[in-house]
């Protein structure tokens, strides 16, 4: 398969502040991409440079077979980018940004384009309505159609679905896999471990660097992570006992049980060792992607210089 | 009703106004820096008695006598007589163009009256346009013509002292016989609220655009800066002609101002000067973060339209370098054509130097503008 996104050695600073260490990357056209990472991670910076908006202080390579610097305009042409804020015009209605939209692109047979969007969206009757009196669900969906007007080849989507219900959530993803299943590749950025899981593959990115790749099966084997899970009276209360523990990662209340992970089995059953007692049940379990992230956070944050 | 709580809230408040007014350091030194710039600026610039205007004198009678009147006039300090034209003709061209702001002529026969006892006539034009920058200079005339006459012809010349009302000096006041402030002061608004509209309007818009976050939105689409700098501008170009349109309507049904000069000429500096303006909130937009930056600093741009142009004092009455800055503004050349064209009658010859001018400042603001603004976020 080709490559949609093939970027080496990205870096980006600002000032002293490294903010894309070296960050490569390589896409597949036609998978969905999910690309996860902590705030302030470089989630963003590294999607701008990517579609063009930011020019990268080191490295380089292509996106849909152009240069990332020289190419620019052949690139914005070709990819969507939806921004984290709402980008769209709110004094404008629905169908004017749409409009909009288009014709900054040049499209031909807009009216019909327009239509269809609209009608895909299902928004053909509210047409008229400003896009700031949209809900925020309805707003990164439009925000979508804006994208994909001009049928690009590559989406790249930061954060759409912050701060949006779950319904909302499923609806948004669902159209990202029919535009996938249409042979357009996306990379999307999520802090929800579940719209992870929905992603072809996934990117982990910590303090500007790339710590996991793959699938969110490889990444969650590859991270070597041990997990258990504690049930009984009082089992959630144990967590501030477990944090600090030596070979403990992650230890968080689910409810009624808790869940600790590390990253070496021996370690973490002598942690929990003392806290075997009064009617508690410990259980290995497969870790999930969040115990994984949460151990990747950790690791980088202790690689990353100067912290 | 004011409890302890009252002060507590609002003591809460003040702390996070504080706070959040000395992290917007741009703001803040505007707050500080534009105040003191301008006391300094203007109170040093400004000049409501403006002496040494340029004049020109036209003297078909070279006599002693004719040069007592003339260094009279110059000792008034009022007149520097910086051009002898040779023809009357010349002296009106350079009137028009604002060259000079006085033209005195002496008749050939003036002496001759003089010395007979006759009456004898000595004409002062005065470019009128501005009435404030003409009344003291053409008030001292008189008196100082007089009293050097009477200085200086002593002697054998004694008898020919002038009976009081023996020399009469003529006054015209040229393109404002009425010494009618409206008739300056409407040219002068229509830079002036052109300046304000214009500048402001489209600084904000840019800036809004990065405030909304649609700014990052647009440059991920493929679209040039120059494109998106023309488009934003062509708008209010069809604004400002409103506006324009709507000023000259206005003051020509309650003003009695009624264009002299080429209605087209005047639409060309019209156009001109509002892409000026444009051009300049546009680069203000690129500088400025917020919407309230863009707003003071088209504030600060205003400001010397408005004092420097020569629309509340009269140009010629600042010092040196305060004109310069006042060539550097556009509303100054717009003000000057549009005096010209609405009160001289000017034709094309008369105001192509200050549409040249416009033009040269269009260049420069709009080169700076498509430097500044970015196609990336970088």
Same mark, same amino acid.
Request: hydrophobic residues 45%; aromatic residues 6%; neutral net charge.
């Given at each position: 398969m080709?490559l949609a996104?093939d970027v080496?050695d990205? #870096?980006?600073?600002y000032g ?6 070296? $960050?490569?990357?390589a896409?597949?056209?036609?998978? $969905?991409?999910g690309?996860?990472?902590?705030n302030?991670?470089?989630k963003?910076t ?6 063009g908006?930011l020019?990268p ?5 292509t ?11 052949a690139?914005?042409?070709q990819?969507g ?5 709402f980008?769209?015009?709110?004094d404008l209605?629905?169908r004017?940004?749409l409009?909009? $939209? ?10 019909q ?9 299902g928004l053909?009757t509210r ?5 700031g009196a ?8 439009l ?13 790249l ?7 949006v219900?779950p319904?909302?959530r499923r ?6 896999h029919?535009?996938a299943?249409?042979?357009?590749t ?9 719209e992870a ?5 996934i990117a982990?990115i910590?303090y500007g660097a790339l710590?996991?790749?793959?699938t ?7 991270s070597g ?12 209360r144990l ?8 070979g403990?990662?992650?230890?968080a209340?689910?409810?009624?049980t808790? !869940? ?6 021996a370690?973490l ?6 806290l075997?007692?009064?009617?508690i049940?410990?259980?290995?379990a497969?870790?999930? @992607?969040?115990?994984?992230?949460i ?6 944050q202790?690689n990353?210089?100067?912290? | 009703?004011?409890g ?7 003591g ?5 106004? %504080?706070q959040?007014l000395?992290?917007d ?8 820096? $534009?105040?003191?710039?301008q006391?300094l600026?203007?109170g ?5 008695d ?6 020109? #004198? ?15 006039l110059?000792s008034t300090?009022y007149?520097d007589f910086?051009?002898?034209?040779a023809s009357e003709e ?6 028009q163009?604002g060259?000079v702001q ?12 003089l ?6 006539q000595?004409?002062i ?7 404030m920058?003409?009344?003291?200079p053409?008030?001292?005339?008189q008196p100082a013509?007089?009293q050097? @006459?009477r200085?200086? @012809?002593?002697g054998?010349?004694?008898g !020919? ?10 006054l015209q006041r040229?393109y404002n016989?009425e010494g009618?402030?409206?008739l300056?002061?409407?040219p ?5 609220i052109?300046t304000m ?5 489209t ?26 700098m023309?488009?934003?501008?062509v708008?209010?170009i069809?604004?400002g002609?409103v ?8 003051s020509?049904v309650?003003?009695? %101002?009624?264009t ?7 639409g ?8 000026v303006?444009l051009?300049i909130g546009?680069?203000?937009s690129?500088v400025t ?7 003071q ?9 408005i004092?420097?142009s ?11 370098w ?15 054509l #549009?005096r ?5 009658g000017?034709?094309?010859a008369?105001?192509?130097g ?6 040269a ?8 503008a ?7 976020l970088?």
């Amino acid at each position: 398969m080709p490559l949609a996104i093939d970027v080496h050695d990205l #870096v980006k600073r600002y000032g002293t502040r490294t903010v894309v260490d070296r $960050v490569s990357l390589a896409i597949e056209e036609g998978r $969905v991409c999910g690309f996860l990472g902590p705030n302030g991670s470089g989630k963003t910076t590294t999607l701008r440079m990517i579609c063009g908006l930011l020019t990268p202080d080191g490295g380089g390579g292509t996106c849909l077979g152009h240069d990332l610097v020289r190419e620019r305009d052949a690139i914005k042409r070709q990819a969507g980018y939806m921004t984290q804020r709402f980008g769209l015009y709110e004094d404008l209605t629905i169908r004017e940004n749409l409009e909009f $939209v288009g014709r900054v692109y040049g499209l031909d047979r807009l009216k019909q384009r327009v239509d269809g969007s609209l009608e895909r969206l299902g928004l053909a009757t509210r047409q008229k309505q400003l896009a700031g009196a949209l809900s925020g669900g309805w707003k990164q969906r439009l925000a979508l159609a804006a994208c994909v007007l001009h049928e690009p080849r590559l989406l790249l989507l930061d954060e759409p679905t912050a701060g949006v219900d779950p319904k909302a959530r499923r609806a948004f993803w669902d159209e990202i896999h029919t535009y996938a299943a249409e042979g357009i590749t996306v990379l999307v950025s999520t802090h929800y471990m579940d719209e992870a899981e929905r992603c072809h593959e996934i990117a982990y990115i910590a303090y500007g660097a790339l710590m996991a790749r793959g699938t969110a099966d490889e990444v969650i084997k590859e991270s070597g992570l041990v997990s258990f899970i504690a049930t009984g009276p009082g089992a959630d209360r144990l967590a501030p006992r477990l944090r600090d523990a030596p070979g403990v990662t992650a230890a968080a209340a689910f409810g009624a049980t808790l !869940h600790v992970s590390g990253p070496e089995r021996a370690p973490l059953l002598a942690a929990i060792e003392p806290l075997r007692a009064d009617g508690i049940e410990w259980k290995e379990a497969a870790p999930t @992607l969040e115990d994984v992230f949460i151990h990747l956070m950790g690791q980088a944050q202790d690689n990353a210089p100067g912290t | 009703m004011i409890g302890a709580g009252f002060w507590r809230r609002l003591g809460a408040i003040l702390v996070k106004e %504080v706070q959040q007014l000395r992290r917007d350091r741009l703001t803040f030194a505007m707050m500080f820096g $534009v105040p003191i710039m301008q006391l300094l600026l203007f109170g040093y610039a400004i000049d409501t008695d403006p002496h040494h205007l340029p004049a020109a #004198v036209i003297s078909a009678d070279d006599t002693t006598i004719t040069r007592t009147i003339v260094s009279a006039l110059t000792s008034t300090g009022y007149m520097d007589f910086t051009h002898r034209p040779a023809s009357e003709e010349e002296a009106n061209a350079l009137l028009q163009r604002g060259e000079v702001q006085f033209v005195v002529t002496i008749p050939s026969d003036f002496t001759r009256r003089l010395v007979r006892g006759e009456r004898a006539q000595i004409l002062i034009d005065a470019d009128a346009t501005d009435p404030m920058a003409a009344a003291n200079p053409l008030a001292s005339a008189q008196p100082a013509v007089e009293q050097a @006459l009477r200085r200086d @012809l002593t002697g054998p010349l004694a008898g !020919h002292n002038p009976k009081p009302g023996g020399v009469e000096i003529v006054l015209q006041r040229r393109y404002n016989p009425e010494g009618k402030a409206r008739l300056n002061i409407v040219p002068g608004l229509l830079a002036v609220i052109l300046t304000m509209t214009m500048v402001m309007m489209t600084a904000l818009a840019v800036t809004r655009e990065r405030e909304r976050g649609t700014m990052e939105n647009l440059l991920a689409m493929p679209v040039r800066p120059i494109e998106v700098m023309i488009g934003k501008i062509v708008p209010y170009i069809a604004i400002g002609s409103v506006q324009v349109t709507v000023i000259l309507l206005v003051s020509r049904v309650l003003f009695d %101002v009624v264009t002299q000069g080429s209605i087209a000429l005047l639409g060309l500096g019209t156009a001109l000067f509002i892409t000026v303006n444009l051009a300049i909130g546009f680069t203000i937009s690129t500088v400025t973060q917020n919407q309230l930056q863009a707003m003071q600093a088209s504030v600060f741009i205003l400001l010397p339209s408005i004092l420097l142009s020569g629309f509340m004092f009269p140009f010629r009455g600042m010092p040196v370098w305060a004109q310069w800055l006042g060539e550097v503004l556009p509303a100054t050349h717009f003000m000057r054509l #549009v005096r010209g064209l609405m009160l001289k009658g000017a034709d094309l010859a008369d105001v192509s130097g200050n549409l040249l001018a416009l033009t040269a400042i269009l260049l420069v603001v709009s080169a700076l503008a498509i430097s500044r603004y970015k196609m990336t976020l970088d």
